[in-house]
């Protein structure tokens, strides 16, 4: 299986800042050490054309250029440097570049990306560009040139805070179905409207979280195939953050709830012969290798998926 990570080009963030850098690096070598059979691979960054299939031409300007106001860049919550941007265009790259090989081979995976709080004209939520938007866009205009054929995308976000930037990009899009599930009460504090919103509890645990998923993928996949758009592929954003080790997430799934969690989403797609490009989105425990350990257990359920996937095209 196909894995991308672009851990070196991290950013040296302020003495105690929230954003946990260093797990870029941590996951990267754990994975490394730990699972035999993946190729990790450094994926080019995104041009300056790629991002403008899901961004204003004036914001990607601002951002290539250090001309953001003080303002924007607050709301990113990042501060602006050169490492900034060629990290920011590296992750989308990372997860385009995924969403190649998950067409080609059923399933890959990016050890970062899933920043689903950028918005077409700004960044938000140490989000600066939505990997997600500009890879489903591109992959579908590839896909249409080489094989002159529409591609439905869905994107299934499971990171504990609503992808409002993604929901707002795709807005007016019939061929890109938006999913989220999230808590109700955590940032960001003014939804968007997805396709289909899962507002969940403070404190949610496995058991209804479970359920609730459950019966998502259920409608999403209904209404999709009444609207006669079925997937032809998905973007899985499997956030860390509903583990009960994070700080920010605010719900209590265990680590066999996440790994059920997991096992449940690539069983749905495999079944339904589904491609998926998986993005690691938010994680913030507060012991950082608690966020690297239930990350790295997604790339195992990610590869296990992948080898079900190449074992059904070998019976074939």
Known sequence: MRVYSNHRFSVDLPAGHRFPMPKYQLLRDRVEA?????????????????????????????????????AAQREIGLPWSERLVARSKRSVGATIAAARAALEDGVSLQLAGGTHHAYADKGSGYCVFNDVAVAGRLMQAEVHRLHRRALPVWVIDLDV????????????????????????????????????????????????????????????????????????????????????????????????????????VFDFLNQRRVPVAVSMAGGYGRDIHTTV???????????????AWQARIAAV
Request: hydrophobic share 40%; charged share 25%.
């Open 161 to 264: 805070h609503q992808g409002n930037g993604t929901a707002a990009i795709f807005r007016d899009d019939p061929t890109v179905f938006t999913l989220s599930l999230h808590g109700a009460k955590n940032f960001p504090f003014r939804k968007e409207a997805s396709d289909l919103d899962v507002d969940l509890p403070d404190g949610c645990t496995d058991l209804p979280y479970l359920e609730a998923l459950t019966v998502a993928l259920d409608q999403a996949w209904d209404r999709q195939r009444a609207d006669g758009r079925l997937p032809g592929l998905a973007f899985y954003l499997a956030g860390a953050d509903p583990h009960e080790g994070d700080r920010l997430g605010r719900l209590r799934l265990s680590d066999a709830g996440m790994a059920e969690r997991d096992r449940r």
């Open 293 to 307: 350990a239930v990350q790295l257990r997604t790339v195992l359920a990610a590869q296990q998926a992948w080898r």
């Open 34 to 70: 730990e699972c035999s059979g993946l190729q990790l691979n450094e994926a080019e960054p995104a041009s300056d054309g790629e991002l403008a299939l899901a961004h204003t031409p004036d914001y990607i300007s601002a951002v290539t250029e250090g001309t953001l106001c003080t």
